[in-house]
């Protein structure tokens, strides 16, 4: 990505040593995820099959959307707590007017405009109020989870609509299965790449992570940019709203309690930065699969379900500290 904030005629610039360590940090992810597969593949019968790595991929779908929004955010020096908690009561707005015989297609879109307005109230108290993001986002996260279990009476409800639950159709190659929801949440990755790479606002999205000030010198509408980034996220979190009436069609309103901290964990632990500009989806791609594999095959392997909370938490741990030796060595 084009630096708009560095320039130095050194034998190394700081822009060139934070790609090289970026590219460090992305092989390194990488060869988690393939120690992971191969660790659990000696030591279980059942993880290398067609029919477990495609369940992978269905399990993947929401953490990976809900981590898609999250990388956005925390590519400029942001976090959201309340993802996972925003893409819940979207659900059930859509599951409840269903319920209640409305139109299916007008409970969708009425749910994910739920999603993207409360993620764009959110970047509003940041960008206008000059609120920390994490502050906001507990409230929002205390907020929304609260008026998912008023609005259903804390009661989840079964979901029949082939509208909602159409993500959760598949097509089968032989053992291997890919439902609709998986290609979504693909191609979104791949149009995030894109975007963030190839265009001018993604640019500006790691100029304003990189150095907030600076970029606003340089005449980035920093405001802007942010209230955009919450926006774009707010999509994700709409789209995985809807990913997860597919994989399970009973809309909860207690459901995907830890969806936010995985989605940080995915995100960190692929390699972007949480002090901002650094980092980008295909790292967080292999951050979500790396997370993924760890539950499936521990859960194959008979481990109980604490210790695998134990390993997601060491993991994020070190991939912090991690993130802060390579800041130290910009320096």
């Given at each position: ?17 934070r ?21 659990f ?56 007017l269903?319920?209640h015989?409305h ?45 998912a ?5 804390s ?23 890919f ?14 790449g ?12 790691f ?7 600076a ?10 940019v ?28 207690s ?17 972007t ?7 980008g ?12 594999v ?8 008979g ?27 910009q320096?």
């Open positions: 990505m084009p630096d708009l904030l560095v320039a130095s005629n050194t034998p190394l610039s700081r822009t060139q040593l790609d090289s360590l970026g590219r460090v940090r992305f092989a390194g992810s990488l060869a988690a995820l393939l120690l992971a597969v191969v660790a593949s000696a030591t279980t019968s059942t993880f290398l099959t067609g029919s477990n790595l495609s369940l992978i991929l269905q399990q993947s779908v929401v953490i990976g959307m809900l981590a898609l929004g999250q990388t956005l955010i925390i590519l400029t020096a942001g976090i959201d707590l309340a993802n996972g908690a925003i893409a819940v009561l979207a659900s059930v707005v859509m599951a409840k269903v319920f015989d139109d299916p297609v007008a409970a969708l879109l009425v749910g994910m405009a739920v999603a993207v307005l409360l993620a764009g109230i959110s970047g509003v108290l940041v960008t206008r109020l000059h609120l920390p993001p994490f502050i906001v986002t507990l409230g929002m996260l205390t907020v929304v989870t609260a008026t279990r008023l609005y259903t009476g009661s989840s409800l079964p979901v029949s609509s082939d509208l909602l639950v159409w993500l959760g159709h598949a097509v089968s190659l032989g053992s291997f299965t439902t609709y929801g998986t290609v979504l949440w693909l191609a979104a990755y791949v149009a995030a894109y975007v963030l790479t190839q265009t001018a606002w993604g640019v500006r999205v100029a304003v992570g990189n150095n907030r000030e970029a606003r010198l340089a005449g980035v509408k920093v405001d802007q942010l209230l955009s980034v919450y926006v774009a996220a707010g999509c994700c979190y709409a789209l995985a709203a809807w990913e997860m009436l597919g994989r399970v069609p009973n809309a909860d309103p459901g995907y309690a830890s969806a936010n901290l995985d989605s940080i964990t995915a995100v960190v632990i692929g390699g930065s949480l002090f901002g500009g650094r980092g989806v295909a790292g967080t791609l292999i951050g979500v699969l790396i997370v993924t760890l539950r499936n095959g521990l859960t194959q392997a481990i109980d379900s604490l210790y695998q909370d134990v390993t997601t938490g060491v993991l994020v741990v070190a991939a912090v500290a991690v993130d802060q030796l390579v800041r130290r060595r320096r």
